[in-house]
């Protein structure tokens, strides 16, 4: 209920959570660790586990897997990623569309060798900061 609140007063209710721009909650510290991916660190424990691999489309929560059309739900046939194709492609910065649209050609073109590009360049978008908000 409280999630729906935010999303009504964001005007997000049939958008993904996105990270929000600007978010009034988020310190400099918060900014900080979010702009260089440090959030995203305890992701490997499920990594270890077998839950998710290195690169993959990003998990979603199930509000947002509940917006899916067909073409979209393809996404969930592999394991999610820590880091994919739209991470490296504008983040944050990418509308939903263009980001399911990302995942879909990773999805349907998987190559280890695209693995490894993938997390190569993660690790440039990482530390530069770009694209993360």
Known sequence: QEL?????????????????????RITKVGH?????SLDELPQFI???????SLVGPRPQVQAE???YDDAAARRLNVRPGVTGIWQISGRSD????QAIRL?????????????????FRTLRVVIRGKGAQ
Do not use: C, H
Request: cysteine-free.
């Open 46 to 52: 499920n990594v270890l586990r077998g839950d998710m």
């Open 4 to 24: 729906k609140a935010l999303l009504e007063k964001q005007g997000t209710t049939d958008k993904p959570l996105f990270k929000i721009e600007n978010d009034p």
């Open 65 to 67: 897997v509940d917006l």
């Open 94 to 97: 990418l509308e939903w569309e």
């Open 103 to 119: 995942d879909l050609y990773y999805v349907e073109n998987w190559s280890f060798i695209g693995d490894i590009q993938i997390l």
């Open 32 to 36: 900080f660790i979010r702009k260089y």
